[in-house]
């Protein structure tokens, strides 16, 4: 049991981003900056931060609508269940904590990452309205089945960064694929120039 515990911690990506590399074909990832909710040997979760939708948080939730961030609008967090929503918020001042405690957070949030949590969109807004910095809402989310993430890795379709917590309320998502990768301090930083077109070069 021991050994089990340890190679999960090990590898363990929650609360990493997965980049889509220029190579990764599917179109509903096509430069897609994924921020990991949940990763192991069941499988992988996790939404899509950069796919922002002409829809506004307040026509669906209109009582979280004022702690959301800008774009104010709910963003398309992957493929599936895209009728249901997900919170996800960083509460500035948590990420010190150690994750493994779950009493540090306000109530209706939920440690994923350091100061990066999910929220309970059934608890009332009031509840964490004082500690939450940014909230983003989300529809759907991108799950991968026992062992799927890891074969998209080994293939070469995600790079794997550390997450930031402007990742999650970054104001110009659009921009957000690039940015991640020029912040690298590697040859990922230069991927970050690839062109939309490659065949226009």
Known sequence: MGDHVAMTEVSSLTGRL???TPALADPNFDRAVVLLL???????LGVV?????????????????????????????????????????????????SPARTEDGPLGWRRVHGAIGLVDLEAPPELLAAAVGSLRIFAGYAGWGPGQLEDELAEGA???????????????????????LRRQRSELAMVATYPDDPSLN
């Open 49 to 97: 931060l950069n796919r922002p939708t002409p829809v506004g948080v307040g026509d669906i939730l209109e009582s979280w609508a004022e702690l959301a961030g800008e774009p104010g609008v709910v963003f398309q967090g992957g493929p599936v269940s895209l009728d249901s929503a997900l919170g996800v918020a960083v509460v500035p001042g948590e990420s010190g904590r």
């Open 18 to 20: 997965l980049v889509a």
């Open 158 to 180: 995600w790079y794997v960064v550390e997450s930031e917590p402007g990742d999650v309320s970054s104001p110009a998502p659009e921009r957000l694929w690039r940015a991640v």
């Open 38 to 44: 949940d990763h192991d040997e069941e499988g992988s």
